[in-house]
């Protein structure tokens, strides 16, 4: 069974940091593009990250510069890397393997002093 699975989430101050793991089981995804989404409380999900089969990636304006999205395809993992964290970046923070059209169940991130 394919399937996507997030971690790393939890509760950190602003101006904190957080490193968010997805796993890949089930599939190679070497190939695959790899997003991060985020739908904060009441609010639509929206794109975060993307990173591509040739590790080319792309950010959300608000998190450039904070965010860094990385893999390690030995271990079919996409990492989000993420400082500077603000208020406004508290959500719950879904993987997406755009090229097999999978999500994971999402982990949930808050700042809050």
């Known amino acids: 069974q394919v399937q996507l699975v997030e971690s790393g989430g939890g509760t950190v101050q602003p101006g904190g940091s957080l490193r968010l793991s997805c796993v890949v089981s089930?599939?190679?995804?070497?190939?695959?593009?790899i997003q991060w989404y985020r739908q904060a409380p009441g609010k639509q999900r929206d794109w975060v990250a993307t990173i591509d089969r040739w590790n080319i990636t792309a950010y959300l304006d608000s998190v450039k510069g904070r965010f860094t999205i990385s893999r390690d395809n030995a271990k079919n993992l996409v990492y989000l890397q993420m400082g500077s964290l603000k208020p406004e970046d508290t959500a719950v923070y879904y993987c997406?393997?755009?090229?097999?059209?999978?999500w994971g169940q999402g982990t949930r991130v808050t700042v809050s002093s």
């Open positions: 997406h393997d755009r090229t097999a059209d999978l």
């Open positions: 089930g599939r190679r995804s070497d190939f695959d593009m």
